[in-house]
Nanobody, 122 residues
């Protein structure tokens, strides 16, 4: 499985960005897709996850109400719409796949994509 993340960039505080993570290869067992982020000097942290059925969605408290995760089934892509961005959202964002939402939330992932940098200026 290969994961290709895109959509990062520079945005002012209060602005929006949409990240995409396209999956290829044998993704049949990638039941959950999610996003993590790692800010400079900090540990990687969970951001959001969605089951491929769409029935299970989970967010970190820090982004709940501002970020929305969704999936585009025909394109085998997971999207992260980020609104009301804050400088503390600045990080490299990574997408990942896993077997279940609870596991992915704590970083139990089968595959990781390369990161895409999001920079929020104040």
């Amino acid at each position: 499985v290969q994961l290709q993340a895109s959509g990062g960039g520079l945005v002012q505080a209060g602005g929006s960005l949409r990240l995409s993570c396209a999956a290829s290869g044998r993704t049949e067992s990638s039941y959950v897709r999610g996003w993590f982020r790692q800010a400079p000097g900090k540990d990687r942290e969970f951001v959001a996850a969605i089951s491929w059925s769409g029935r299970s969605i989970d967010y970190a408290d820090s982004v709940r109400g501002r970020f929305t995760i969704s999936r585009d089934i025909p394109k085998n892509t997971v999207l992260l719409q980020m609104n009301s961005l804050k400088p503390e959202d600045t990080a490299v964002y990574y997408c990942a796949t896993g077997g279940n939402t609870a596991g992915l939330r704590i970083g139990v992932a089968d595959y990781w994509g390369q990161g895409t940098l999001v920079t929020v200026s104040s």
